[in-house]
C-alpha cells in the first residue's frame, strides 16, 4: 500500500495544510493534463499526477465504444510484463452490474474488499483485479456533457484502502479527466484520418511529389533529362475475357496489374498508370536513376517471366507486348479532386509506338535503348519499321542478359519468398 497519512482531526492546523496541499495537487493535475498529446500519454500523465493523491498500486482507463456499449480496457499501469495485442477484456457495459448506474449518476465509489465480493456481479476490470489478488477498488465513471467517455478504475492490495475523501478528489477531478480523455481520443481519431488519407495519397502519387504538395507547392512540373519509359500490353485479352464473368475479368487484371505493381516496388521505380488492359511505368521518374535503362530492361524480362507463371497459374495463354524508349519527358501532378502523376513528350509517344508495332511476347525497343543495353544484354536487330508520325524508326529486340551478366530475376523473390505472400497464397486468398 502506497502510504498516504491523514492530518489528525483535532488539530485545526494541520488539516488546513493537509487541505492546502491536496488543492495545489489538484491544481498541478488540472495543469498536467493536456488534451494536445496523444491519449496515451495523456493516461501516464493523469496517472503520475494521481499517485500524488491516492493510494493505489495500479490504474486502468476502459473507454466506450462510439455507441456507448461496450467497454474496452485501453490502458493500464503498470502493464502486464507482456501485453497482449488484444485488449485485455472487452464487455457490453449493458450486462454489467453496477457500471451503467454508476455512468449515469456520475458518481465515483468504492469497493473495501474485492476478495469477498461475487465474482458474477463484477465487471471484467474488477475480476481481472481480484484474481491478481487486489483487494480494494475505486470506480471513477469518466463523462463529457452528452457523452459517456468510460471508466478509471483504481486498485489496491490492501483492503478499505480508499476513504471517502478519496472519492472526493475523484468528484472534483473527474470533468477535467473526462474532457482530456475525449478530446485526447477525438486528437487520435484525427490524426488516425490524416495518416488514411496520406497513406491513400502515397497509393496515387510517388512519395517525394506527395512531400512536395505538403510542403505548398501549387504546380508540380519537372523536366527530367533522362528517363525510360515501358509500355506493357496483354495480348488478346479483349478476346480471353470474351468468355469471362465481369468479376473473373477484373479478379485476373487485378492479379497481373498486382504482380507488375510489386515487381515496380522490387525495384523501387514508379507506375505511372494503366490504360484498360495496358500498363505504364518509368524508371528514373521522380528521382534521377543512374542505370535507368538497365533497370528498365530488368522489369521487362521479369514481366515476361510472369507471363509464364502465371499463365500456367491462370490456366491461360499469357502474352505480353512490351516497349521501351529512353529520353527526356515532362512530368507533373494534374487534377485539383483526383489527383494523377502523369509523364509527357516524344519519349512516352515513341515508347507507345514501341509497344503497338511489337511482338507477341516480346520486347521491343529503339536505338537508344539498344545503345544503352548492347554491351550487357542480348538484342536482336529488327531493322527499320514504319512509326506512324516518325516514320522508319530503326528497332531492336531485347532477349536477355549475355552470358555473364546473369542476375537474379525479382519475381524469384516475389513468387517464392517464404517470408513474403506468394502469388499462390494471394490467389487461395481471393478465392475463398
Known amino acids: 500500500m502506497i502510504e498516504h497519512s491523514m492530518p489528525p482531526i483535532a488539530d485545526l492546523e494541520q488539516d488546513i495544510e493537509h487541505r492546502f496541499a491536496g488543492l495545489r495537487r489538484l491544481l498541478e493535475i488540472t495543469d498536467r493534463i493536456n488534451p494536445g498529446v496523444l491519449l496515451d500519454e495523456a493516461f501516464r500523465q493523469i496517472d503520475e499526477a494521481c499517485r500524488k493523491l491516492i493510494p493505489y498500486e495500479r490504474i486502468e482507463f476502459a473507454l466506450l465504444d462510439d455507441r456507448g456499449e461496450k467497454l474496452e480496457c485501453r490502458w493500464e499501469c503498470p502493464a502486464p510484463a507482456e501485453p497482449a495485442e488484444a485488449p485485455r477484456y472487452s464487455e457490453k457495459i449493458g450486462l454489467v452490474g453496477g457500471l ?35 483487494r480494494s477498488a475505486m470506480i471513477c465513471p469518466l463523462s463529457v456533457p452528452g457523452k459517456p467517455v468510460g471508466f478509471a478504475f483504481l486498485f489496491s492490495r490492501q483492503p478499505g484502502a480508499f476513504e471517502s475523501q478519496h472519492v472526493e478528489i475523484l468528484r472534483r477531478i473527474a470533468g477535467g479527466l473526462s474532457s482530456a480523455i475525449a478530446k ?26 506527395v512531400k512536395r504538395l505538403k510542403a ?31 468479376s473473373a475479368v477484373i479478379i485476373v487484371l487485378n492479379r497481373i496489374f498486382s504482380a507488375f505493381d510489386a515487381l515496380c516496388e522490387q525495384y523501387g521505380v514508379e507506375k505511372i498508370k494503366t490504360i484498360g488492359d ?107 519499321i514504319p512509326v506512324k508520325g516518325l516514320g522508319e524508326v530503326e528497332t531492336f529486340f531485347l532477349n536477355g ?6 542476375y537474379r530475376s525479382m519475381v524469384w523473390s516475389m513468387l517464392d519468398s517464404g517470408g513474403k505472400e506468394s502469388l499462390t497464397d494471394r490467389r487461395r486468398s481471393e478465392d475463398s
Open 100 to 134: 451503467r448506474e454508476a455512468l449515469e449518476s456520475g458518481e465515483p465509489r468504492f469497493i473495501d474488499d474485492l476478495q469477498t465480493a461475487t465474482p458474477a456481479t463484477l465487471p471484467a476490470a474488477l475480476r481481472l483485479a481480484a484474481a491478481e489478488n487486489m
Open 216 to 246: 505548398g507547392e501549387q504546380v508540380i512540373a519537372d523536366g527530367i533529362p533522362e528517363a525510360t519509359v515501358v509500355f506493357v500490353d496483354i495480348v488478346n485479352f479483349v478476346h480471353l475475357s470474351s468468355s469471362m464473368s465481369p
Open 184 to 209: 485526447g481520443k477525438l486528437y487520435e481519431m484525427v490524426i488516425q484520418a490524416q495518416l488514411d488519407s496520406e497513406r491513400l495519397l502515397r497509393n496515387v502519387l510517388p512519395e517525394p511529389i
Open 401 to 406: 542478359p549475355k552470358q555473364g551478366n546473369a
Open 278 to 384: 495496358a500498363y505504364m511505368l518509368a524508371t528514373g521518374v521522380p528521382n534521377p536513376l543512374k542505370d535507368h535503362v538497365v533497370v528498365a530492361a530488368r522489369i521487362a524480362l521479369d514481366m515476361q517471366e510472369l507471363a509464364r507463371r502465371l499463365g500456367t497459374r491462370e490456366e491461360q495463354s499469357l502474352n505480353f507486348r512490351i516497349g521501351i524508349h529512353t529520353g527526356p519527358v515532362v512530368a507533373g501532378v494534374i487534377g485539383t479532386r483526383k489527383f494523377s502523376y502523369d509523364i509527357w513528350g516524344d519519349t512516352v509517344n515513341l515508347a507507345s509506338r514501341m509497344e503497338a508495332n511489337g511482338v507477341p511476347g516480346r520486347i521491343h525497343v529503339t536505338r537508344a535503348v539498344y545503345e544503352k543495353l548492347k554491351d550487357d544484354f542480348e538484342l536482336e536487330a529488327r531493322g527499320f
